[in-house]
């Protein structure tokens, strides 16, 4: 063996006989404390990523909505939620998030006012809803965003907001707000797009903004993380609504057609299809899925 080599073995024997006890516990220690760092880090799934994680498709891309052509567009990401804002109608085209059965039971108060985006071009005013008879209709829910106070106070520009019947506001549309809380804990996340049906004939204006008032609002859900992914859709109308949700379901081949958007292309078209051909209400809430 070389001289290099002896001096080698001479400083490895050295380094072991000065380790004591002590300095191996410690040792040890430190090595299950990364251990444990790694697999915690290994195991943390970003709420942005949940849907990529667990399915293989990012939750940005199933949330993604194709319009027509001449639909006016103004796309803007805030905490917790995406709004494609249409200036001309000073109201949101859709809203799309995804809701974690983590984030459907967060503990924030709901405790933000709801303001103008100064940034976005046409948005409405507070004047435009003051003394106007409809109520400011979250299209992404406040309830749904108790996990973040920034995504609480973000919910509340008027981008995510449309003049809405007050009853059915506080009735049918909040009934449906809370199922979707139910089934995101019972699906582990869902993915939910809302807005108002903006190609119908609107008669009715509000505010000096002349902001229309909506006849019909749509909601639709996709259960990405089942086997196979489901989903089910809703058609309300801006009115007085008694119906059950039962009565309210449609397909999203229907909404599709209502509106000429078209939701889900990241999905194969086998899926896809599948998916939207579906609008069993039942079948949708039974609660062991």
């Not at 090595?31 to 994680?53: F, N």
């Not at 103004?74 to 995406?82: A, L, N, P, R």
């Not at 939910?192 to 902001?211: C, F, H, K, W, Y």
């Not at 993380?225 to 609504?241: C, D, K, L, T």
């Amino acid at each position: 063996m070389t001289a290099k080599g002896n001096t080698y073995r001479r400083r490895r024997a050295a380094r072991k006989r000065k380790l004591s006890p002590k300095a191996a516990l410690l040792g040890i220690a430190v090595i299950m404390l990364c251990y444990g760092v790694a697999c915690a880090l290994d195991s943390y799934i970003p709420r942005r990523k949940a849907t990529e994680a667990l399915t293989g498709y990012d939750a940005a891309a199933l949330s993604l909505v194709t319009l027509p052509a001449e639909t006016p567009q103004i796309m803007k990401d805030y905490e917790g939620f995406t709004v494609s804002f249409n200036p001309e109608c000073h109201q949101p085209n859709y809203v799309a998030w995804e809701l974690t059965a983590t984030e459907a039971d967060g503990e924030l108060p709901r405790s933000s006012k709801f303001k103008a985006d100064r940034q976005m071009p046409g948005c409405a005013t507070l004047d435009d809803y003051r003394n106007s008879g409809f109520d400011r209709g979250h299209m992404a829910p406040a309830a749904d965003m108790k996990w973040s106070e920034q995504a609480m106070a973000d919910c509340h520009y008027l981008t995510n907001i449309c003049p809405q019947d007050r009853k059915l506001n506080g009735g049918r549309w909040a009934t449906l707000e809370g199922r979707c809380r139910e089934w995101a804990r019972r699906d582990s996340a869902i993915i939910i797009i809302a807005g108002p049906v903006l190609n119908d004939i609107m008669t009715r204006t509000i505010g000096p903004s002349e902001v229309p008032v909506p006849e019909r609002f749509f909601k639709i859900i996709l259960s990405p993380y089942v086997n196979p992914p489901r989903a089910i859709a809703f058609i309300m109308p801006n009115s007085p609504e008694v119906d059950p949700l039962e009565k309210l379901t449609v397909s999203v081949d229907q909404v599709e057609q209502i509106t000429g958007f078209d939701f889900f292309s990241a999905l194969p078209d086998s899926i896809e299809d599948a998916v939207e051909r579906q609008y069993n209400f039942r079948d949708f809430d039974r609660k062991n899925k």
